[in-house]
């Protein structure tokens, strides 16, 4: 090959380099341009948007203006039109007469003391003298009644008629050492003599019950005659006689007298003078 032919070839080759070079440069380019008027578009959008969000933020703004002022037109008309049904109405005072005053007097409160029966008993005490207490509890208004017209305490009754008989109404002891017998619920002594029917205690709980009583206030006043107050263990020792045996008797019964009374052993036995006396 020749230099001339080997000049051409590398001028031609020289060409196809330059010609792929300024291809590159111009795709280069046209890629730039396309990116420029990308950004542009975008911007453009944004613009839009921009715009459109303010004129839309403006008309709500307008809205809410002309909705505020079309409520107080309604709230001005509305309380004209309340004004006015008030003025059509009259005073409650001239719709409702004033009623008469009226004094209502409530009834004098009257406490009742109920006798006690086994069920107000400590369940210690129900065990010693639960079936004794049981006994009398049929005679209670009997004993309320005889007793409050003696003016005698009636729980404390009910208390001696317990240890003496447990309310058996024909109880009639025989068995004392010095002879004497005792009968009914109070087991009267038969010492006593003429002064009582004994026979009639033992078919008469009434006169039974009051006969006890009549011992009871020998031995207030033979107390009183000793310079003793008539207390509850007082009378109940002096009930079973004066002695070491009577003490021990009225220990015992006075925890059944604390026990249903709620009351003390100082309590006085003598609650008022007789209706009789």
């Not at 380019?29 to 613009?47: D, P, Y």
């Not at 008309?77 to 009226?102: D, H």
């Not at 004392?176 to 003429?194: A, C, E, F, I, R």
Request: glycine residues 6%; contains cysteine.
């Amino acid at each position: 090959m020749d230099i001339y032919h080997l000049k051409n070839k590398y001028i031609i080759k020289l060409s196809l380099v330059l010609v792929f070079i300024f291809s590159l440069q111009c795709v280069a380019s046209s890629m730039t341009i396309a990116e420029n008027r990308t950004w542009l578009l975008q911007g453009e959008v944004e613009k839009n948007k921009t715009v459109i969000i303010k004129t839309e933020r403006a008309a709500l703004i307008s809205k809410e203006a002309v909705i505020k002022s079309e409520i107080r037109e309604i709230d001005v008309q509305t309380l004209k039109e309340i004004e006015a049904t008030l003025e059509t109405i009259p005073e409650t005072e001239e719709l409702i007469p004033q009623g008469v005053p009226v004094e209502v007097l409530a009834p004098p409160v009257q406490i009742i003391e109920q006798m006690p029966t086994v069920d107000n008993l400590s369940d210690e005490m129900r065990k010693t003298w639960g079936v004794k207490v049981t006994g009398t509890d049929q005679w209670n208004t009997l004993i309320e009644r005889v007793s409050k017209e003696e003016g005698i305490d009636p729980i404390f009754i009910k208390c001696v008629m317990a240890i003496e008989s447990g309310g058996y109404q024909q109880a009639h002891n025989t068995k004392n050492s010095n002879g004497t017998q005792d009968y009914g619920l109070m087991q009267v002594n038969t010492s006593w003599g003429s002064y009582f029917d004994y026979n009639k205690m033992l078919y008469d709980p009434e006169y039974a019950i009051r006969s006890g009583i009549q011992v009871v206030k020998c031995k207030i006043a033979s107390a009183e005659k000793s310079g003793e107050e008539p207390t509850a263990f007082e009378i109940l020792w002096r009930y079973n006689g004066k002695s070491a045996k009577g003490k021990r008797y009225a220990e015992r019964v006075i925890k059944l007298y604390e026990n249903l009374s709620g009351k003390t052993e100082n309590e006085m036995v003598l609650t008022q003078k007789p209706k009789n006396a």
